[in-house]
């Protein structure tokens, strides 16, 4: 089974500055991968970023990286110089080998500030 | 990434009709599509996975006499709402997943369906 704890409901940044989304993850599964989505106002999931259990190096997507701690069961999103049209809701989801579904967890809203 | 349509976007419809949304992938095959529900401010339920030319596999709690999904081709899965009622209304998302079954395959979602029953 995966359970995801997202703790931020909200967060605002200034807009240009750095920002860094928790996710936590509880898994029994030996592989796994966890996920990154965007949800903006219009209601579609957009896929951010993906990182494996068993990659040695932490996922970058343009502005997006993950900052994984597999000690920790930690899938940091951080999004670098942000800008308004990151403003947002941002769920972390997990799936474990051999299972087609994903968790997700309760999501974080970001606001991005001019 | 791959895209995944849903239409329609937006439906109203009177209690006791039956709504169906449809959900594509355009450009890859599905093997697997899923559908969520949202409600507002709440993260996204997965109510159905279903592969293609198989029955779906409902979660629990999930009335599959009501929500009918069919998962005809490989790039094209119904769900349909039926005797939809005041408390159906909500936002409706499908994703699809191509390739074997691996943790590495991206769940692509659809733009979402919002229902509002009357």
């Given amino acids: 089974a995966q ?3 997202q703790t931020q409901p909200g967060m605002f940044v200034q807009e240009k500055e750095a ?9 029994s599964d030996p592989s796994y991968g966890l996920f990154w989505y965007k949800q903006p106002s219009s209601g579609e999931m957009i896929f951010l970023i993906y990182q494996g259990s068993y990659d040695q190096q932490n996922a970058t997507e343009g502005r997006y990286s993950l900052n994984f701690q597999k000690a920790r069961k930690s899938a940091n999103l951080v999004i ?27 999501g974080t809203r970001l606001t991005i500030i001019p | 990434g791959a895209v995944v349509s849903q239409h329609p976007s937006r ?20 093997t697997t599509m899923f559908w969520y529900r949202q409600f507002p ?5 997965l109510m159905a996975t279903s592969n293609e030319g198989s029955k779906a596999t409902y979660e629990q709690g999930v009335e599959k006499d009501k929500f009918l999904i069919n998962h005809a081709s490989l ?3 119904t769900l349909t709402v039926t005797s939809a009622h005041p408390e159906d209304s909500s936002f409706y998302i499908c994703s699809a997943r191509g390739g074997l079954a691996g943790v590495t395959d991206t769940q692509y979602f659809g ?8």
């Fill in chain 2, 111 to 118: 733009p979402g369906t919002r229902l509002t029953v009357l």
């Fill in chain 2, 75 to 77: 790039t094209l899965s």
């Fill in chain 1, 3 to 5: 359970k995801i704890t």
């Fill in chain 1, 80 to 106: 670098s110089a942000s800008q308004l049209g990151d403003s947002a809701m941002y769920f972390c989801a997990s799936r474990g080998v051999g299972n087609e579904k994903l968790t997700f967890g309760t």
């Fill in chain 2, 11 to 30: 439906v109203i419809c009177k209690s006791g009709t039956s709504v169906k949304i449809e959900c594509r992938s355009l450009d890859f095959q599905a």
């Fill in chain 1, 19 to 27: 920002v860094t989304l928790d996710c936590t993850y509880d898994t």
């Fill in chain 2, 41 to 45: 401010k709440q993260s996204l339920m």
